[in-house]
């Protein structure tokens, strides 16, 4: 017991006495200070006594689509972080290929009493699948959040980063790099967010380049699967269209349009350039670093908490999108356009 007051103690930056009155519950200690201890508890891997066990409000549930990108598991974090600080307990169900649906998964969820469900990159994204199922899950009485997607068909809070400012921004740190050839790579076009991404791609091209918006969707726009292969099969179509820069709707596909170039003899970013979308984790670490759009997770995610918990508290944000703005990360991924070297 006294090491591991002592190890809590030098974990928490306080003495083995404070450590001994949080645990045994004495008043006295400042609020700030047995939060710190409690802290240490938990970095330690020691159990909280019963007694200083916040009591949960409750289980929300988050649906995401997948864990394999780590922009999923990213965001899964920092809501289970927020849900947590609030007293709720998150409740992580994931959809599988050829396993549980979107629609299962709240079945059970909703099953299970959840005060609320919070959906990333849901069926609300897809501009082909039936909305209904979200006026019926708002009148079982169940509050609920959508992230990345939008429509206007469900009356619901919406969490969205701005993809027309993040194919804006990639566009335009390539043009000013001297790039005039400049595909984009991205996913299924159904899709709301694939959808403003080609806005803002276009619209970035005819005001930087001056190209018609017919030449810009023929020959510089490929659809493709949000995956490394999917990039890569993307990519290797717009380099043979003699793009010297590519930039993608996700930091997989991105490392998949890396691959596509070197397997062409190509080097990144002598030869191409290429710009990802997320800035998930470790994405600065590959080789070469990415330069990508870096995605406001931290903001979206406690908005999500944030807005869940108001519409769980009765006080329900109005039928609206909050869109966050990203931001341009330039690492070594992007250089001068081949012919613009002096």
Do not use: W
Request: with cysteine.
């Amino acid at each position: 017991m006294t090491t591991r007051l002592s190890d809590i103690a030098a974990q928490a930056g306080v003495s083995e006495a404070t450590v001994s009155r949080v645990l045994n519950g004495k008043p006295g200690v400042a609020a700030t200070t047995r939060q710190s201890v409690l802290a240490a508890l938990d970095v330690l891997g020691y159990e909280r006594p019963v007694r200083l066990r916040q009591r949960s409000e409750g289980l929300v549930g988050l649906i995401t689509p997948e864990l394999e990108n780590p922009i999923f598991p990213a965001l899964a974090q920092v809501i289970g972080q927020a849900l947590t600080r609030q007293g709720y307990t998150p409740v992580l169900a994931t959809q599988t290929p050829g396993g549980s649906t979107e629609d299962e998964l709240t079945e059970m969820l909703v099953d299970r009493g959840v005060a609320g469900i919070i959906y990333v990159s849901g069926l609300h994204a897809d501009t082909t699948a039936d909305m209904q199922r979200y006026e019926r899950l708002r009148a079982q009485g169940v509050p609920f959040v959508l992230v990345d997607g939008f429509s206007p068909k469900v009356q619901a809070p919406f969490i969205s980063p701005d993809d027309r400012a993040a194919t804006t921004l990639a566009v335009t740190h390539l043009v000013s790099l001297g790039h005039t050839r400049i595909g984009l790579a991205l996913g299924p076009k159904r899709f709301v967010p694939v959808q403003r991404k080609i806005d803002g791609f276009v619209r970035a091209m005819q005001d930087h380049l001056g190209l018609d918006p017919a030449t810009i969707e023929s020959e510089l726009i490929q659809h493709s699967l949000y995956t490394l292969e999917g990039g890569q099969a993307a990519a290797t179509a717009l380099i043979e269209r003699d793009c010297t820069a590519v930039v993608c709707a996700s930091d997989m596909m991105a490392l998949g349009a890396i691959r596509a170039a070197r397997q062409r003899g190509l080097e990144v970013p002598k030869d191409v350039s290429v710009v990802g979308f997320d800035d998930s984790p470790l994405i600065a670490f590959t080789d070469p670093p990415l330069t990508t759009v870096r995605k406001p997770v931290p903001a979206m995610g406690q908005a999500a908490v944030r807005t869940l918990l108001e519409e769980i508290g009765g006080t329900p944000a109005p039928h609206s999108e909050f869109v966050f703005m990203p931001e341009l990360v330039v690492r070594g991924s992007t250089a001068s356009a081949p012919g613009n070297r002096s």
